[in-house]
């Protein structure tokens, strides 16, 4: 609603996933039933250790689950989305969208920049 404080009356931004790192590995993830930790450091192009600690974050917060196993001999992880994951993505995304259409709103009252007693400004010539 306008003018309500930001989480208020309208979706709020998840913290847990509103880092630009941890965004990128929830919605690679989000298109995908499972991934090798190397598709979703390449996929999100971050280092190792970056992503690390962003599945760490993702995981504490019981939004991933981190599975290791090997292959051959060879030790491998794979990261998923939990359901609370998937909500919590979905639930961003609507958050993020509120924030857009309430700025393009507002942004569409202030076009035409007002002068005294709210009569436009003369366009300089």
């Known amino acids: 609603m306008k003018g309500d404080p930001p989480g208020r009356g309208r979706a709020a931004l998840d913290e847990a996933i509103h880092h630009p790192t941890r965004l990128a590995v929830v919605a690679f993830l989000s298109a995908c039933d499972e991934a090798d930790f190397a598709a979703v450091r390449d996929g999100c192009q ?13 995981e504490a917060a019981g ?18 989305l939990t359901s609370a994951g998937q909500q919590a993505l979905a639930g961003h995304i609507a958050a993020l969208q509120d924030i857009v259409a309430t700025a393009r709103s507002a942004g569409g009252d202030a076009r035409e920049p007002a002068g005294p007693a709210g009569h436009p400004v003369p366009s300089p010539e």
């Open 46 to 58: 971050v280092s190792d250790s970056v992503l690390s600690k962003a599945s760490s974050a993702l």
């Open 63 to 80: 939004y991933l689950n981190v599975r290791k196993g090997h292959v051959g001999k060879r030790p491998r992880t794979w990261l998923s």
